[in-house]
């Protein structure tokens, strides 16, 4: 079983809840289909740094990385989770 | 920085890069105006009082110089694949003194993207472009909240203090009868305007407090480029950031003020107490029977009484029923907002500096940021 795959269902999760998607496949292309705006895409990183306890810094924003759940997947496994000490440092 | 011609992305699967060739942001030339102006009147149905070619005009005057673009930082469009703008973004710069230095502010506003480019995220990457540029500090003036939280995502912040807007009724009746008919055109709501308008006349004539503005003892002097000069000279002792102005950029400012015809006549004129002593200064689009929209009211540190007094009084007897206006954050204490029934932050003043102390100057309200150089009569 792939590593990345309970990251991939609670993307998957996130993405649904976010965009008020019933379901979603893997790799569809959210931006190229028109379910992907600027204002949703924002609501989605607020939706993937709560779920997963990660902070998007703005520098590091790169929208290729919201295209599909697989590469926000990618995106995710590759930012390290907030420790308690650094959530206490931004809020 | 970027370069005129960038692309928006480096991406990392063929199909995307493919996309990424389709897709650029670059400042605007003069040739995009006819595609920037169609936008602007596909999605700010304000600009629509006026006609194309006055919108045209308009636009160039403000952008452009010569044909050329205005220095600094240019306002910038983003391009289909096949090269039609489809997005855009206007900036207007400004040099601004702080602590012995100069600063670059850029001041963005119309943000439009079409459905198409809606969909390439256009709007955010624009915002992004514009943020990178080589400006010491990126503003936006009377933003939307959708803008408001793609800036703060791309690591701005909104200045509260500068973004509360006042409402003040000039006519008690008329003002309450306009905002609770808003949405009516029916017979029998504008028989409640027209005995709302009598009740203000009777009131005033009564000298009922409320409905009716005193003399003030204050004299006006009609405001010129040397004048609002030496009014800026005045002011600037009181502010740790100001902006630069000179003779030409003035003119500039009241040329593009008069040409705006939809928010009503425009009034700019000095204040001075009863020694010639100055007090301040406003400038505001005054219509009878309506909304006076303030570009500017401005005064002396502990003079906003009379500033208010003042402008309140002029407002009043050109017609208007209501004096609306962004607060400047030394008339957080004045009648300006003891005297405004709503005061919602319905527009946001947005900033990105990597400049901490700078950021802390503005949001202290040690910053002499006005509607001046905002977007209210442009595009």
């Not at chain 1, 740094?49 to 520098?59: A, K, T, V």
């Not at chain 2, 503003?139 to 409402?167: A, C, Q």
């Not at chain 2, 409640?192 to 009131?203: P, Y």
Request: charged share 25%; net charge neutral.
């Amino acid at each position: 079983m792939n590593s990345q795959t309970p990251i991939r269902t609670d993307v998957m999760s996130v993405v649904c809840k976010t965009l008020t998607l019933e379901t979603i496949a893997f790799e569809e292309d959210l931006i190229e289909s028109g379910l992907l705006d600027s204002l949703s895409l924002v609501q989605l990183m607020v939706a993937l740094e709560e779920e997963f306890n990660i902070r998007i810094e703005p520098e590091d924003l790169n929208f290729e990385d919201y295209r599909s759940v697989k590469s926000m997947s990618e995106m995710i496994s590759r930012l390290s989770p907030l420790t308690p000490m650094t959530i206490h440092n931004w809020v | 920085m970027h370069s005129d011609t960038n692309l928006i992305e480096i991406h990392k699967t063929p199909k995307l890069a493919k996309q990424a060739k389709h897709q650029s942001i670059s400042p605007a030339a003069i040739e995009d105006i006819d595609a920037v102006v169609a936008l602007s009147r596909k999605y700010f149905p304000r600009s629509r009082e006026y006609s194309i070619n006055t919108l045209k005009k308009r636009t160039t005057e403000l952008y452009f110089k010569d044909g050329k673009l205005l220095p600094h930082v240019s306002p910038i469009v983003s391009r289909s694949g096949n090269g039609n703008v489809n997005g855009f973004l206007g900036v207007i710069s400004k040099q601004f003194r702080y602590r012995g230095r100069t600063i670059t502010v850029a001041n963005c506003h119309h943000l439009m993207a079409t459905e198409e480019a809606r969909k390439q995220l256009m709007p955010i990457r624009l915002l992004q472009h514009f943020l990178s540029g080589p400006q010491d500090i990126s503003l936006s003036d009377g933003s939307s909240e959708s803008t408001r939280l793609l800036w703060k995502r791309l690591g701005g912040e909104s200045v509260t203090g500068e973004s509360i807007y006042y409402k003040i009724p000039l006519r008690p009746a008329s003002f309450a009868a306009g905002h609770t008919l808003k949405q009516s055109r029916n017979r029998m709501s504008k028989g409640v305007q027209f005995l709302a308008s009598c009740t203000d006349s009777i009131a005033g004539r009564m000298h009922i407090p409320h409905f009716y503005r005193s003399e003030t003892g204050i004299r006006l002097v009609p405001m010129d480029t040397e004048l609002m000069g030496d009014l800026l000279e005045l002011m600037k002792p009181f502010y740790l950031f100001f902006p630069q102005y000179d003779a030409s950029d003035i003119e500039r400012l009241f040329y593009l003020l008069d040409g705006e015809t939809r928010y009503g006549t425009l009034y700019k004129a000095a204040i001075t107490d009863p020694d010639d002593q100055p007090i301040g200064w406003f400038i505001y689009y005054a219509r009878h029977k309506g909304v006076c929209e303030v570009i500017q009211a401005v005064s002396l540190p502990g003079r906003e009484t009379e500033l208010y007094d003042s402008l309140a009084r002029h407002a009043y007897s050109r017609g208007g029923v209501e004096l609306s206006g962004r607060l400047m954050p030394g008339q957080l204490q004045s009648p300006f907002t003891t005297k405004a029934v709503s005061m919602p932050a319905r527009m946001w003043t947005l900033m990105k500096s990597n400049d901490v102390e700078l950021k802390h100057t503005i949001q202290s309200g040690n910053a002499f940021l006005t509607r001046l150089e905002g977007d209210l009569w442009v595009l």
